[in-house]
Each structure stands twice: as C-alpha cells, then as structure tokens.
C-alpha cells in the first residue's frame, strides 16, 4: 500500500518562509509527476506546482517567484519552498503523485493527508 506523508506546515507571519515535505513509501517501481495542492475553507483545491520526474517544473501564477518545488527521486520525496508567505497563502496543502508500484500494470493518482499553513497578518 503506497502512502504519502506530509510534512513542515505550521504558523508563520507574513513574509516568513517555510519548507513542506512529502515522502511516499510502499512497494514503489516509479513515480512520474509528483504535486503540491492547497484548499482553503469554502474554496476548491487548488493545483499549486508540478515537478515531473525530470525535475520540469511548472507553477500557479499566484506563486511564481515565491514558491520553489524540487524533489529527491532516491528518497522518493517532494519538497516545497515558499518564501515570501502572504495571508492568502493560508491553506491545507496536500501533496501527489503519479505512482507505479511493482504489483500494478500502470499508474495510479495517490495523495497525502494534508499539511495545515497559517500565515498571520
């Protein structure tokens, strides 16, 4: 069974940074896109960035210049830096991948619990 942990959220003042983990462990074989997410009360989910295995990544207009994703094939983990944190930024963000494991034919869309970010005014 494949699980996808989250990590590094918290409460932090605006302008602050924070850095957000997400490691999948399980019986993996690949995993291609992975993805940050967030969702605010009330709101839809929101796609925030995308990093593909070949480390091309692609941002929400909201976060360009503010928010880097990276990743650590070895380890499978995704990484999020966000720097320059607003009060709009506040959400759960939640992580995703596109995983193969060694018992299935193809892919599979998995996500994370959830991780909280506050940022205060």
């Known amino acids: 069974q494949v699980q996808l942990v989250e990590s590094g959220g918290g409460l932090v003042q605006a302008g602050g940074s924070l850095r957000l983990s997400c490691a999948a462990s399980g019986w993996i074989f690949s995993i291609n896109a992975m993805r940050w997410y967030r969702q605010s009360p009330g709101k839809q989910r929101d796609l925030v960035a995308t990093i593909t295995s070949g480390h091309i990544t692609n941002y929400a207009d909201s976060v360009k210049g503010r928010f880097t994703i990276s990743r650590d094939n070895a380890k499978n983990t995704v990484f999020l830096q966000m720097n320059s944190l607003k009060p709009e930024d506040t959400a759960v963000y939640y992580c995703?991948?596109?995983?193969?494991?060694?018992?299935?034919?193809?892919?599979?869309?998995?996500w994370g619990q959830g991780t909280q970010v506050t940022v205060s005014s």
């Open positions: 995703n991948a596109d995983i193969k494991q060694f018992s299935t034919t193809r892919e599979y869309e998995y």
